[in-house]
């Protein structure tokens, strides 16, 4: 019935199950054999002996019929899947006077019960249940683990019969370059769900299909099309679709601008080149974040609260709102050193210098104006002294010196808390499943009532989470915008010194010309082309410079075929062909054939 799955399974058959017919009145009513106890990926082999008999099936959804004769002595086979499609019967009238009996041999166990299969990505390689060769989630639990990087790749067939299905998969799709915008990022969720469609209709004696929130990555820019992904199986798929189970995953986290960057910080130490998988340390920093501490966490949170109570109706801070040019009397010395006009940013003022600095600029940003104004003696980076010059400083016997370490003893005490209650709005927010803009304003809220004990320390942890942040979304970006003109790239191969149309001639003769040196001079056929054109502007400074010819073939394998699997190779007319790389693969190419030349001259 499926030609692409295999017809004889290997589960080992433990069961066989002897019916007797006596006579020509004997039947068996239609029913099909998808009890949840049978093996998902048995076969069901039946011998029939002492008489022939026709054994009808019916398609339950069209309603067809079909019937197959079984003689005496005679084998016939049933998938376990079949049965979730076709009914099977014995009509009266079918076996003349006389007995037979049929012998059906399964794999029957009731752990089968709850036998489950997932189905998805890399993130399920260190999941491991299934018979005993793939170890187990219990044993109530037999399973089968399918592969699918790619949502296209779930096989809704491979479903059939399990009693649960699990899916985690679409990080592979939202990832592509062309997925840019939340509607792409939907395009994607859209093909999953039809895939669900497809499985609870193939496999109706499947109880649930668990999907799984996607997992965050590394990349800071992806986590944000985690999150639309995310949010799309929380308010769309979840509640209309019956039967889905939701999994919950860590998509609120991302959410958070101070946690993203703490987040990021400590990945990026681990596999910096794997930008997909949080690893297993990542994976502990997150789990770290959510079940260890939630003990400590409660306790440290109950004496916090107390120091906010107690720590109430202090002497507010000054803030301003921009436009700055309607202040009187502050000239622009007086205001941000960032000198940028910011509409509506607010300001906070610093108690010592009196200046005011935009809260973007000082890691701020997200306290509202109650929040500012409660901040107490704030001082900007300036003038309070930044932890990597204090540390150096710290170990002087100055009178100042002694000053600064009962700073740093303060601030050594005040660490703890600042993350416990960090840590518990996080809590917070991650037994929701969506985060909403007041639950990452509770976060930063959390951080402004610890800020009102000692500000100096929030405004050194969020310059450092900004400064790591900074790196890491700017090694992104690039990544980013390298995988993008890889894209473009990828079916182009480019020649050099290809002699230059007539200047004379119409851009369409040109490119007529530029395609009859394809096929005439490099032998590449036109059926091949997909389209060529020169690369760069022509330069009246530099008379005999020759553009690079840029040629578009119509596959990527092509493209291997043409330059020699990527090597690049000299056409016997006597010019190279290469592969159109980007600038950052030119410069790896560079770095290496530099490398390779230093190499070659010590030796
Ligand atoms: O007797 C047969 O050939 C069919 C038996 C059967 O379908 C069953 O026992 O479920
Ligand atoms: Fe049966």
């Given at each position: 019935m499926y030609p692409d799955q295999p017809y004889l399974t290997v589960p080992e058959i433990n069961s066989c199950l002897v019916n007797k017919y006596e006579g020509s009145e004997s039947y068996l009513p239609k029913h099909s054999d998808c009890e949840v106890s049978i093996h998902p990926e048995s076969s069901i082999f039946t011998i029939s002996l002492g008489q022939s008999c026709d054994i009808k099936f019916t398609e339950r959804e069209s309603g067809s019929v079909s019937s197959q004769s079984c003689p005496d002595r005679s084998l016939y086979v049933m998938s376990r899947r079949s049965q979730e499609v076709f009914d099977h019967e014995i009509e009266q009238g079918s076996m003349s006077d006389g007995t037979r009996y049929s012998l059906t041999f399964r794999c029957v166990s009731w752990t089968h019960k709850n036998s489950t299969c997932m189905i998805g990505d890399s993130?399920?390689?260190?999941?491991r249940f299934g018979s005993h060769r793939r170890g187990t989630f219990g044993e109530q639990m037999p399973g089968q683990k399918f592969w699918a990087p790619k949502i296209r790749d779930i096989d809704p067939v491979s479903c059939m019969g399990y009693s649960n299905v699990v899916l985690l998969c679409g990080i592979n799709d939202i990832k592509e370059s062309h997925v840019q915008c939340e509607k792409d990022v939907a395009d994607c969720y859209a093909e999953l769900k039809l895939k669900i469609k497809q499985i609870k209709l193939l496999s109706p004696s499947t109880k649930a299909v668990f999907v799984c929130q996607l997992l965050p990555t590394k990349d800071l820019t992806l986590n944000r099309k985690v999150n639309d992904f995310n949010r799309l199986l929380h308010f769309d798929l979840f509640p209309t679709c019956k039967d889905v189970e939701f999994v919950e995953g860590f998509n609120q986290f991302v959410c958070n601008r101070v946690l993203a960057a703490e987040l990021s910080m400590h990945l990026d130490r681990h596999g910096r080149f794997d930008m997909l998988h949080l690893n297993r340390a990542g994976g502990r920093v997150l789990a770290g974040m959510t079940d260890d501490k939630m003990k400590k966490i409660d306790d440290q949170l109950k004496k916090t609260k107390a120091d906010t109570k107690r720590l109430a109706g202090r002497p507010r801070n000054k803030v301003l709102r921009s436009p700055q040019k309607s202040l009187t009397g502050s000239s622009s010395d007086d205001y941000c050193p960032c000198k940028k006009y910011m509409e509506g940013e607010l300001s906070v003022e610093c108690q010592s210098c009196l200046k005011f600095w935009h809260l973007y600029c000082v890691g701020l940003k997200g306290l509202s104006e109650e929040m500012v104004e409660s901040l107490e003696n704030w001082q900007c980076s300036d003038c309070y002294l930044c932890p990597h010059s204090y540390k150096e400083k710290i170990t002087s016997t100055s009178s100042s010196g002694t000053m600064k370490v009962m700073i740093r003893d303060e601030l050594n005490a005040i660490q703890p808390v600042i993350k416990v209650t960090v840590e518990n709005a996080v809590r917070n927010i991650l037994s929701k499943s969506v985060c909403s803009k007041e639950d990452v304003e509770g976060v930063v809220k959390s951080y402004a009532a610890v800020a009102r004990e000692s500000q100096k320390e929030v405004i050194q942890q969020a310059a450092l989470a900004q400064s790591s942040k900074k790196v890491v979304e700017s090694v992104v970006r690039q990544m980013d915008a390298d995988k993008v003109e890889r894209e473009k790239r990828r079916s182009n191969v480019v020649v050099l010194s290809a002699p230059e149309p007539e200047k004379e001639a119409s851009a369409e003769q040109k490119k007529k010309e530029d395609k009859n040196f394809c096929s005439n001079v490099l032998g590449i056929p036109l059926k091949d082309v997909e389209t060529c054109w020169r690369a760069g502007k022509i330069d009246v400074s530099k008379p005999d410079y020759l553009r690079p010819l840029v040629i578009k073939l119509k596959s990527e394998g092509l493209v291997e075929e043409w330059t020699k699997d990527g090597k690049g190779y000299k056409t016997e007319s006597g010019f190279w062909i290469n592969k159109d790389l980007c600038a950052a693969d030119r410069k790896a190419n560079f770095l290496a054939r530099e490398q390779r030349r230093t190499r070659l001259q010590k030796t």
């Open positions: 993130n399920t390689r260190f999941l």
